[in-house]
Structures are given as C-alpha cells and as structure tokens.
C-alpha cells in the first residue's frame, strides 16, 4: 500500500527527540498512530478524526501526535525509553472505527530502534 | 472495552490442507470483523472481513464464519499454498467506541 506514506521508515535513537511523519492520499478523514512490538497485534495510540483528536489511549507523555491537516500526521518523540523500540504505523480509513465498517489501511511503518 | 480471543497462536498446516483460526469476543455490540494478513517487516493487509449482519463470506480460498449468539468468528484457509504463511490477526469493532480491538494472533506455517 503505497498510498499511505511514512518517514523514516528506520531509525536509530539514543535518548534523542524526533518526528515520525505520515501522509495519507486516500482522501480519508481519520487517522491514527497504532504501536506494534514483536509478535504483538498493533496498539491504538491516538486517533483524529477531521484534525480533531478524538481517542487518546494510555500513552506515555513523551509521544505528542499532531495533525497539520486531514492528510497528515505526525508522531513527536522526545527523551525516548528502551520500551519504545517498536514499529509504528499510522493509518486511516474513511471514517473512525466503530462498527461503521469502515477499512483500516496501514502504511508501511517507522521502525524505532532505542539503544 | 472489548476483549478479542484468537486461538491457535501457532498453526501449522501441510500444504494443500485447510487452516482454521478462531476468535472470539465479548462486546455483544460488536458488529464489524475483520481479519488481516501480515508478513514479516510489512504492515498488516486486510484480507476479508465481514458485518454483524452476515453469517458467511467467502473470497475465494478464504472463508469467514460468524456467530453472534455464541460470539465467535472464524477464518478458514482452504487448500493452502506456502505463501500463505504468515501472522494473522483477527479483530472486532462496535459501534459508538471509534475503536477497532485486535487478537494476539495466528502464526501461520504451511508446509510443503
């Protein structure tokens, strides 16, 4: 699925502050930031819906989403943790989930590595 | 919230044999199940799913079977083929909570 694109796709941190980006060219008005850890389903982190952040899971406070537009996301990280090693995928779909059906596409993912 | 059960985590197959994953949930207010595909280093694919108001789906080799008394769906793979490998994921979703709930996941080894 190239139509949801995301930067880096790797990247090395020690304790650095960084941005995941995301770009979605689905025309869709969610989008979300899901953590995946190995041999794990991902984990909702946030979800906006039309820009407006409407889900926020238990997430520590050093990941700050932010929604430029209802094409973009991105996924501030600042003093990461070695628990924060991970892929992180964004996502979108037409509308937010909720039994609305509406499909969940992944993008390709950011892998973070924490040393 | 919603809790989604998925059994087996590990399943392997001889190559042409059928594979069947189950799940189940907890939230009767569920009403979309959809299942998805991940291969090693990709993002999870969706590969069929199906509404609270269907019992059966099928798309070609894949078949979804659901049970909302007993609250339970399932995946059955006919007739596997290697490239059928893969971590699959079932999950659920009600309506009102804007949140789509995953299972721990099927490890899937088709054997030739």
């Known amino acids: 699925n190239t139509k949801i694109t995301q930067s880096p796709r790797y990247l090395i941190l020690g304790r650095a502050n960084k941005s995941l980006e995301c770009e979605q060219h689905?025309?869709?008005?969610?989008m979300y930031w899901y953590k995946q850890s190995a041999e794990k389903p991902p984990e909702l982190m946030f979800l906006?819906?039309?820009?407006?952040?409407?889900r926020n899971e238990t997430v520590p406070s050093r990941f700050i989403p932010e929604c430029p537009d209802s094409s973009k996301l991105l996924l501030h990280i600042s003093a990461v943790d070695p628990e924060d090693s991970a892929v992180y995928f964004c996502?979108?779909?037409?509308?937010?989930?909720?039994?609305?059906?509406?499909?969940?596409?992944f993008g390709e993912g950011s892998r973070l590595i924490v040393v | 919230g919603e809790q989604v059960e998925q059994l087996p985590s590990i399943l392997r197959v001889q190559e042409g044999s059928s594979a069947s994953i189950n799940c189940s949930y907890e939230?009767?207010?569920?009403?979309?199940f959809p299942w998805y595909k991940q291969e090693p280093g990709e993002n999870p694919k969706l590969i069929i799913d199906?509404?609270?108001?269907?019992e059966r789906k099928q798309i070609q080799e894949l078949i979804v079977l659901l049970d909302k008394k007993a609250k339970r769906f399932s995946l059955h793979i006919t007739d596997t083929q290697p490239g059928d490998s893969a971590m699959y994921f079932c999950?659920?979703?009600?309506?009102?909570?804007?949140?789509?709930?995953f299972g721990q996941g099927t490890v899937l080894s088709v054997i030739p």
């Open positions: 939230d009767s207010a569920s009403n979309y």
């Open positions: 689905l025309g869709h008005n969610a």
């Open positions: 199906i509404r609270s108001n269907m």
């Open positions: 996502a979108s779909s037409q509308g937010p989930q909720g039994g609305s059906g509406n499909t969940l596409y």
């Open positions: 906006y819906n039309l820009k407006q952040l409407i």
């Open positions: 999950a659920a979703s009600a309506g009102g909570n804007n949140k789509l709930t």
